[in-house]
């Protein structure tokens, strides 16, 4: 009794299978040209805040803290511009001298002296360590203290 079940079970799982066409399928979704660039900035994001952590705690030295972050940020640096490489390319627009800025503004590297009216705008401050910040955080990205909005 049981192998006549089994059989009438696979011989209908059969006729499904072989019943399906390729055309009553899904099509996939397409693979975004940006999804592994994606994962690699996420990536680097966590090990970046992994390494503040641990400096934090004192597992690393200031010297292997400061080479390690600046290999993190290069490396994002890199793969944010790989994004806009990619962006305008699909776009058909060149913008390419807003795309290096733009990368090294990701990672903090921005060489430009923030003009007065950057300045000002800059009204979040930490109590705690004195990082300042353009948007109101609710806790310091430094050191975790909650923020308040300074005067």
């Known amino acids: 009794m049981i192998i006549v079940l089994t059989c009438v079970i696979a011989i209908a799982v ?5 019943g ?6 899904p099509a996939p979704e397409p693979v975004s040209p940006f999804q592994h660039l994606d ?4 990536a680097i994001y966590e090990n970046l805040r992994d390494l503040q952590f641990e400096y934090r705690l004192g597992k690393l030295s200031d010297t292997d803290y400061q080479a390690t972050k600046k290999d993190l940020q290069k490396e994002l640096a890199g793969v944010m511009a790989e994004v806009d490489r990619i962006k305008v390319q699909l776009n058909g627009a060149s913008q ?3 795309t290096g800025k733009k990368a090294r503004a990701a990672v ?3 060489t430009d002296p923030p003009s007065q009216k950057q300045a000002a705008s800059t009204a979040f ?6 990082a300042s910040f353009e948007k109101p955080l ?13 005067k």
């Open 14 to 18: 059969i006729a499904f299978i072989l």
């Open 20 to 25: 399906v066409r390729p055309k009553d399928l």
């Open 39 to 42: 994962e690699r900035k996420a």
């Open 96 to 98: 390419p001298a807003a």
């Open 108 to 110: 903090g590297q921005v």
């Open 125 to 130: 401050v930490c109590d705690s360590c004195g």
């Open 138 to 150: 609710k806790f310091c990205g430094e050191c975790g203290k909650p923020m308040k909005v300074a």
